[in-house]
């Protein structure tokens, strides 16, 4: 039996080596991440592949889990101490080794594996990790399982079992890229600059859009756990304006950039324009509205709101559902609703049969843009320039501590709910709907809109707006929101804000 976590005890000390530092704050709506080693020590992650065990256990899950880790320095060893905790729960670990996200969902069906615990922090900064867990392939955890983690975690109540061994795949990765080339093919040459951000994906995506057909011109891809030119997250402008300025540089006919395990894509066009994932999210969906009649589609409150109006799905039969932020969240209401894809702003994209298994692959979801592209034979930009006009913020994120962010925004929704109800303009015009399925979603009368929302697996908020009026508009309510946030102590600083009007 674990000794029961606790949250005080200071790294270079007796106790940070005989009894787990565990955060509570670590434990999120969908996944875990922690600052390590200051907020989770490798007993923690002992004590949580032991309760994760139990949880397992609990849900009925046959004992046999697929494990692997990303590339930061620190990752192996935390998923040996995973591993240790799930073992000694009579867990049947199946080591995949350095993998990505999806190579781990892949690995479930691959070795017949119920569930998952892939050790990533994503795109977080260097110094973070964290683990995302699932016992029902294709899914992966939700707040009520992550909930239960975090009670039997912190309470010491992770129950030890016999049984538990370890079995290792050291052909994971050369499957993994087998299965997503085996059946794609490029009917014509495309050149485009596949960036990684130094992240895992950097072994996997040009290997594998190389055998696709795609002329690859790598873009820092060579593996680097310090991160030397940037954050591996294609919603950070500053990894999407480096692609732009290598498409530029090399003719390209589009970037593709992956987060740092590999399950997210952005995309830059042909002209070195930023295309933001749900606007890349609403041209698939107009390819394969016509393959697929009557098609669903789920997309995340992030995102733009043409889904809703766009003539192409409408002509085809297609609907769309607005959801909960959160690659579980989407992923669970695609499943759900058996929807042909789902799209998240973030640039996550999930994709059902008969497209894809229904987790989260950036590659996969470049081989749909490239595969949009093939068929349509014409320019990235030439596709992007013919929907219907928008004027749409990138994902903006002031720093707001955990234990704080949830609080600020149920204050700031009261606020709107208060404006609303006494007819108080907001951004300049009057507030016509509240839509608060995830944070709050303020619309005022020429159906501009703003996003505020607490960040999911970080601490601070999320801010995007969206007018289909004007930048200025989309500009004004940018405004209205950082001036009513600015009325908060709590909230600090923003990761980036809106760039120059063009």
């Not at 079992?161 to 085996?182: M, Q, S």
Request: glycine share 10%.
């Amino acid at each position: 039996m674990f000794p029961v976590p606790r949250a005080d005890i200071k790294p270079n000390s007796a106790d940070y080596e005989t009894i787990p530092l565990i955060k509570a704050t670590g434990f999120r709506e969908y996944d875990a991440r922690w600052l390590f080693p200051q907020d989770v020590s490798l007993l923690g992650f002992q004590a949580i592949g032991l309760g994760l065990a139990t949880v397992l256990h609990e849900l009925g899950t046959g004992p046999r889990i697929i494990v692997g880790h990303d590339y930061r320095s620190y990752s192996m060893a935390v998923k040996q101490a995973v591993m240790t905790g799930l073992m000694a729960g009579g867990m049947e670990v199946h080591d995949i080794g350095l993998a990505l996200s999806p190579t781990a969902y892949f690995a479930q069906f691959a070795y017949d594996c119920p569930a998952v615990a892939m050790v990533t922090a994503s795109h977080n900064e260097n110094g973070w990790t964290g683990i995302k867990m699932g016992a029902a392939r294709p899914l992966t955890f939700g707040p009520d399982e992550m909930s239960r983690l975090k009670e039997i975690v912190l309470s010491g109540k992770g129950v030890a079992r016999k049984g538990g061994g370890l079995v290792l795949h050291h052909d994971a990765a050369e499957r993994y890229c087998a299965d997503l080339t085996a059946s794609v093919k490029l009917s014509r040459r495309i050149r485009a600059v596949v960036a990684t951000g130094n992240g895992t994906a950097g072994t996997f995506a040009p290997k594998v859009l190389s055998a696709i057909g795609v002329d690859v011109v790598p873009l820092h891809t060579g593996l680097d756990y310090t991160f030397p030119h940037h954050n591996p997250n294609p919603e950070d402008m500053v990894m999407l304006h480096a692609v732009a300025d290598a498409v530029k540089a090399n003719k390209a006919d589009l970037g593709l950039c992956f987060d740092g395990d590999g399950d997210r894509c952005g995309v830059v066009d042909d002209q070195g324009h930023e295309i933001f994932a749900d606007k890349m999210g609403l041209l698939i969906a107009r390819d394969l509205a016509p393959l697929h009649a009557n098609a669903r589609f789920v997309v995340d409150v992030k995102s733009t709101g043409l889904f809703a109006t766009d003539p192409v799905l409408s002509a085809h039969g297609a609907t769309t559902d607005y959801w909960k932020t959160g690659h579980s969240y989407i992923k669970r209401r695609c499943h759900e609703l058996k929807a042909l894809a789902g799209f998240e702003k973030s640039g996550h994209y999930f994709f059902n049969a008969p497209i894809g298994r229904g987790y989260d692959d950036g590659i996969v979801s470049a081989i749909a843009v490239l595969q949009m592209l093939d068929r349509a034979g014409q320019k990235l930009s030439t596709l992007v320039k013919a929907l219907p006009q928008s004027f749409g913020s990138p994902t903006m994120s002031p720093h707001c501590a955990d234990e704080k962010k949830y609080g600020i925004v149920d204050e700031v929704t009261a606020r709107f709910a208060a404006m609303k109800q006494a007819g108080k303009p907001f951004a300049g015009q009057k507030i016509t709907s509240l839509v608060t399925v995830n944070g709050v979603r303020v619309s005022v009368e020429d159906g501009t809109w703003g996003l505020v929302r607490a960040s999911s697996n970080k601490p601070g908020l999320v801010v995007v707006c969206e007018s289909t009026v004007s930048d200025a508009r989309m500009r004004a309510m940018f405004a209205a929101i950082e001036a009513l946030l600015a009325q908060f102590p709590e909230v600090g600083e923003w990761d980036q804000k809106l760039p120059p009007a063009a």
